[in-house]
């Protein structure tokens, strides 16, 4: 069952950039800032009430960060959706015949995530985490 | 230092058949639709979800055109602050370009809209309860 909505991601140019806009003028804390270098973008956590955004920077050009950007330039990415299980939400979109990207849940920013094939959604990306116990890795 | 937002008050779900988008997330996603709003003579078709502080608004007409497959984007989010003309005030001097506050369709509500600098997201503040009663433009 979905719980909560856990973040919203944006993609955008530079981190450092948007940073001057979504933390020194909201004022909005960063809690995490990590590179994840399989998947190729700098991703940035600012917390907002019990969500947070999620600033996503490509760092290679052969992600689909990367031709996102390309493609459409800066903006609102993605959906997140927050589960305690994560594996179950899977299961039941499999079940329900929705498209997936990815075929088992994986390490990401907020925790075991895995995102629905737009194609699924009318378009919008969707993403479920279940964050790991014990806060962030 | 904060301009006072709490929370991420709404998301805006903008799709050419609100009405489709918002049945293929529930069934999808299993979320509750709980509210559904039409506003007569304009076309425009809303249809609301909520999941804890956050409400999903799924937005645009309530109809396709003849022939045009559903489709659907992230059409950017609304943030709460408690007071907003402080926040649009405290963001002004740090150089954000940001509209005056206005009365917002919520009944009480007044929203202001940050023009630029947002990173490609259409962004917005609100605050509710902004307005005494029988001061309040929108009709409550």
């Known amino acids: ?137 | 230092m904060s301009i006072g937002a709490t929370h991420i008050d709404h998301i805006v779900v903008a799709s050419n058949n609100s009405a489709a988008t918002a049945k293929l997330f529930s069934e999808n996603l299993g979320i509750e639709i709980k509210r559904v709003m039409s506003r007569p003579g304009t076309g425009a078709h809303m249809e609301f979800a909520k999941l804890q502080e956050i409400v999903l608004e799924f937005a645009g007409p309530g109809q396709p055109k003849e022939g045009e497959e559903p489709k659907a984007r992230l059409g950017g989010f609304v943030l709460a602050v408690g007071d907003i003309d402080a926040a649009v005030a405290t963001l002004r001097k740090r150089g954000v370009d940001v509209g005056d506050a206005h009365p917002a369709v919520q009944p009480g509500a007044k929203i202001a809209g940050i023009r630029a600098g947002t990173h490609g997201v259409p962004l917005a503040l609100i605050q509710y309860n902004a307005m005494p009663a029988g001061n309040d433009p929108a009709g409550s």
């Open chain 1, 1 to 137: 069952m979905l719980k909560k909505i856990h973040h919203v991601g944006v993609v955008v140019q530079s981190a450092d950039e948007a940073l001057k806009f979504y933390r020194d003028a909201l004022g909005l804390p960063v809690t995490d800032d990590r590179v994840i270098e399989d998947q190729g973008v700098r991703g940035v956590l600012l917390k907002i009430g019990n969500s947070e955004i999620e600033l996503l920077e490509p760092t290679r050009d052969d992600t689909g960060v990367a031709k996102f950007l390309a493609s459409r330039g800066e903006g609102m990415h993605h959906i997140c959706f927050e589960s305690d299980d994560v594996h179950a939400e899977l299961d039941a979109a499999r079940a329900k015949g929705i498209q997936l990207i990815d075929e088992k849940p994986r390490l990401g920013l907020a925790g075991m995530i895995c995102f629905l094939h737009p194609k699924s959604n009318h378009g919008v990306l969707i993403e479920y985490a279940t964050p790991l116990a014990g806060g962030r890795h």
